[in-house]
T-cell receptor, first 115, second 111 residues
Framework: QKEVEQDPGPLSVPEGAIVSLNCTYSNSAFQYFMWYRQYSRKGPELLMYTYSSGNKEDGRFTAQVDKSSKYISLFIRDSQPSDSATYLCAIPPNAGGTSYGKLTFGQGTILTVHP | DTAVSQTPKYLVTQMGNDKSIKCEQNLGHDTMYWYKQDSKKFLKIMFSYNNKELIINETVPNRFSPKSPDKAHLNLHINSLELGDSAVYFC??????????FGPGTRLTVL
């Protein structure tokens, strides 16, 4: 079983839709959870970062962690064509943080928001 | 100003050749990384250097040799290129417990 699993999609939605992107992970010791966004032909960039369980909101984006189910989600409200990208969940292996940054990435979900 | 830069952006070469990819960061970070992203978008760490010292060396063929001449640079040399080496290679940097910044990627195609 992979440490982090993510449905690769692709996912195609109309503008204005609510998008739900999800990952599951295997190690219950994980405490930090990240979402990266990668535009076509670009490097990934950190979108959101959460610690432990609960929700974190940033504008139209909400990151949610359910440690009991080992499930993390990213919700995008009022999706825009500019949100079209690959979204990758990422988890550092050490419970204490991102030291030396051996992030384990999910496979990435390709999202297209069409006008 | 580009924070993490890589050269070249595209690299097309024949099997068996040796090639290098260069990476530079101007963020003052202590830690640099090489990641490989395959055709299915799966991104996996290859190497990590902290203050020019190798910290992480994943199960990567020894045809891949990273070199860090100073904290701001981490180059990747690949010997005897194989078809399976075709991928996008990303350089990244961070402080040891900090957010990663990725370069734009080098798209390597081995024919």
């Amino acid at each position: 079983q992979k440490e982090v699993e993510q449905d690769p999609g692709p996912l195609s939605v109309p503008e204005g839709a609510i998008v739900s992107l999800n990952c599951t992970y295997s190690n219950s010791a994980f405490q930090y959870f990240m979402w990266y966004r990668q535009y076509s032909r670009k490097g990934p960039e950190l979108l959101m970062y959460t610690y432990s369980s609960g929700n974190k909101e940033d504008g139209r984006f909400t990151a949610q962690v359910d440690k009991s189910s080992k499930y993390i989600s990213l919700f995008i409200r009022d999706s825009q064509p500019s949100d079209s990208a690959t979204y990758l969940c990422a988890i550092p292996p050490n419970a204490g943080g991102t030291s030396y940054g051996k992030l384990t990435f999910g496979q990435g979900t390709i999202l297209t928001v069409h006008p | 100003d580009t924070a993490v830069s890589q050269t070249p952006k595209y690299l097309v070469t024949q099997m068996g050749n040796d090639k290098s990819i260069k990476c530079e960061q101007n963020l003052g970070h202590d830690t640099m990384y090489w990641y490989k992203q395959d055709s299915k978008k799966f991104l996996k760490i290859m190497f990590s250097y902290n203050n020019k010292e190798l910290i992480i060396n994943e199960t990567v063929p020894n045809r891949f040799s990273p070199k860090s001449p100073d904290k701001a640079h981490l180059n990747l040399h690949i010997n005897s290129l194989e078809l399976g080496d075709s991928a996008v290679y990303f350089c990244a940097s961070s402080q040891p417990r900090g957010r990663k910044f990725f370069g734009p990627g080098t798209r390597l195609t081995v024919l």
